[in-house]
T-cell receptor, first 116, second 113 residues
Framework: GENVEQHPSTLSVQEGDSAVIKCTYS??????FPWYKQELGKGPQLIID?????GEKKDQRIAVTLNKTAKHFSLHITETQPEDSAVYFC???????????????FGKGTKLSVKP | EAGVTQFPSHSVIEKGQTVTLRCDPI?????LYWYRRVMGKEIKFLLH????????ESGMPNNRFLAERTGGTYSTLKVQPAELEDSGVYFC???????????FGEGSRLTVL
């Protein structure tokens, strides 16, 4: 079955710097890759996602890249702010053929700390 | 629009006792999911309802776990009897359609002593 590895487990950056979180997956059939942000005391919230027919997607300060050949995808946050501090999870969905089943395989999470 | 709500937010029970967690999905969302995160590990899929039917329960750890979604609205997850390794945060999520975008609740933290 699908396995998702996420690195690093913790990341500390200065405000204004960029942060990059990387994930690899094992199942070449996976076609949907969401990223979730979990703030303290809250549930995970989808911040960006990418599907296999796209190599890169941007949304303001957040971007995700996907390399299907190498089976890895990355989250890039530019101009980080203190409110970006949270735990970030990558995930892969191995069943997206005309409709995801929602059985996501998550990485272990990255705790991002942005220091003012 | 109200989000996914879960109750209780935290439950502390003794080994061997029973706990029931409840999830109210976003109104109109047919898809409802249960996930669990054990301390420091990844969030793991438990099961998926489409309306009142179990679409996929391949992630349920064992028969001490029972999930129901009577009437296709709210769902309950019962653990009976609870074991120490059941401790963790149980997340519920819902989705209006099979697009992969899940809306998570804040989770129910279960501590088994």
């Amino acid at each position: 079955g699908e396995n998702v590895e996420q690195h690093p487990s913790t990341l500390s950056v200065q405000e204004g710097d960029s942060a990059v979180i990387k994930c690899t997956y094992s199942d070449s059939a996976s076609n949907y890759f969401p990223w979730y942000k979990q703030e303290l005391g809250k549930g995970p919230q989808l911040i960006i996602d990418i599907r296999s027919n796209v190599g890169e997607k941007k949304d303001q300060r957040i971007a995700v890249t996907l390399n299907k050949t190498a089976k890895h995808f990355s989250l890039h946050i530019t101009e980080t702010q203190p409110e970006d501090s949270a735990v970030y999870f990558c995930a892969a969905d191995p069943l997206l053929y005309g409709g995801s089943q929602g059985n996501l395989i998550f990485g272990k999470g990255t705790k991002l700390s942005v220091k003012p | 629009e109200a989000g996914v709500t879960q109750f209780p937010s935290h439950s502390v029970i003794e080994k061997g006792q029973t706990v029931t967690l409840r999830c109210d999905p976003i109104s109109g969302h047919d898809n409802l999911y249960w996930y669990r995160r054990v301390m420091g590990k990844e969030i793991k899929f438990l099961l998926h309802f489409v309306k009142e039917s179990k679409q996929d329960e391949s992630g349920m750890p064992n028969n001490r776990f029972l999930a129901e979604r009577t009437g296709g609205t709210y769902s309950t997850l019962k653990v009976q009897p609870a074991e120490l390794e059941d401790s963790g945060v149980y997340f519920c999520a819902s989705s209006p359609r099979n697009t992969g975008e899940l809306f998570f609740g804040e989770g129910s933290r279960l501590t088994v002593l």
